[in-house]
């Protein structure tokens, strides 16, 4: 079975940075594709932004500000953000979907990590 466990959340000014990782337990696994979503209070949940094998997107709002990255030898997915303004405040989610010798390809999520932009 496998998990992931979502982290780097907290307090941050505008115009600030975080860096939320969100690490896959297992061995021999394969991110096949990595989405990052938010949401915010009375909000429906958003793609922030998609990688897959084929292509990188980021929804406008953040384009230019997020990054998606992976490390593969750590079994971990990141979101780099930048310039953090009050609205992406939200609790940020992490989609992966892994391949896994036994299991085959299995969408995952992350519990969820609270990003609040504040003064």
């Known amino acids: 079975q496998v998990q992931l466990a979502e982290s780097g959340g907290g307090l941050v000014q505008p115009g600030g940075s975080l860096r939320l990782s969100c690490a896959a337990s297992?061995?021999?696994?394969?991110?096949?594709?990595i989405n990052w979503y938010r949401q915010a209070p009375g909000k429906q949940r958003e793609l922030v932004g998609r990688?897959?094998?084929?292509?990188?997107n980021y929804a406008d709002s953040v384009k230019g500000r997020f990054t998606i990255s992976r490390d593969n030898a750590k079994n971990t997915a990141y979101l780099q953000m930048n310039s953090l303004k009050v609205e992406d405040t939200a609790v940020y989610y992490c989609?992966?979907?892994?391949?896994?010798?036994?299991?085959?390809?299995?969408?995952?999520w992350g519990q969820g990590t609270q990003v609040t932009v504040s003064s």
């Open positions: 989609h992966l979907n892994i391949y896994e010798r036994t299991l085959g390809s299995v969408d995952y």
């Open positions: 297992g061995s021999a696994l394969i991110i096949n594709t």
């Open positions: 990688v897959t094998p084929y292509n990188t």
